[in-house]
């Protein structure tokens, strides 16, 4: 399980596109050591044996670079029989600071920090608890009215709820092409 970022190296399947692969390994070789891969690789090794699997996360990093994360499997809620096809609801913590800063992205943020600022804040409860869900809804969960051009149809999606015991608040909501949990 012990992969370091020289084992890494992509083959041309015919002849002719040897010079692509060499230029295509150069520019990878070059991405690995500026986003510290190996890093991340050793993480990966040391979390499958500990744990028997490993989930990894494609996102972007704050100048919009690709970044891969491990994920922590204390904060991930899935169905690791069948991974690829069920929902993944990833719990963060984050201060209200930290949700003010999403403002320009995330709807209903002062809602979020309501569920937190009523009877019962205390320093326990400084973080407030954001699910991000992905997976494949009915198309009517993109909709803040619930209503879908067609119905039974399903799309893969993102969400972001802020959630205090049975209460939810709705942040975010993006149709996706392709999961970002690997």
Not at 53 to 78: M, S
Not at 124 to 153: C, H, M, N, Q, T
Request: aromatic share 12%; net charge negative.
């Amino acid at each position: 399980t012990d992969i370091d970022t020289k084992d890494i190296v992509v083959e041309a399947d015919n002849e002719q596109s040897y010079d692509k692969s060499f230029l295509f390994n150069h520019e990878i070789q070059q991405w690995m050591k500026q986003a510290n891969f190996s890093k991340t690789l050793n993480e990966m090794g040391e979390i499958r044996a500990r744990y028997g699997g490993v989930i990894i996360k494609k996102c972007k990093d704050e100048d919009g670079e690709l970044d891969i994360e491990v994920v922590d499997w204390k904060n991930v809620i899935c169905d690791p029989a069948d991974f690829d096809s069920s929902p993944v609801i990833e719990k963060h913590f984050l201060t209200p600071a930290e949700i003010y800063e999403k403002e320009d992205v995330w709807d209903n943020i002062t809602d979020a920090v309501g569920l937190y600022a009523k009877r019962g804040y205390t320093k326990v409860d400084e973080r407030i608890e954001v699910w991000e869900v992905e997976g494949v809804f009915p198309e009517s969960y993109l909709s803040e009215d619930g209503e879908a051009d067609e119905k039974d149809k399903f799309t893969r999606q993102h969400h972001f709820y802020a959630v205090k015991g049975n209460k939810t608040v709705h942040l975010f909501w993006e149709e996706q092409k392709e999961s970002q949990y690997k």
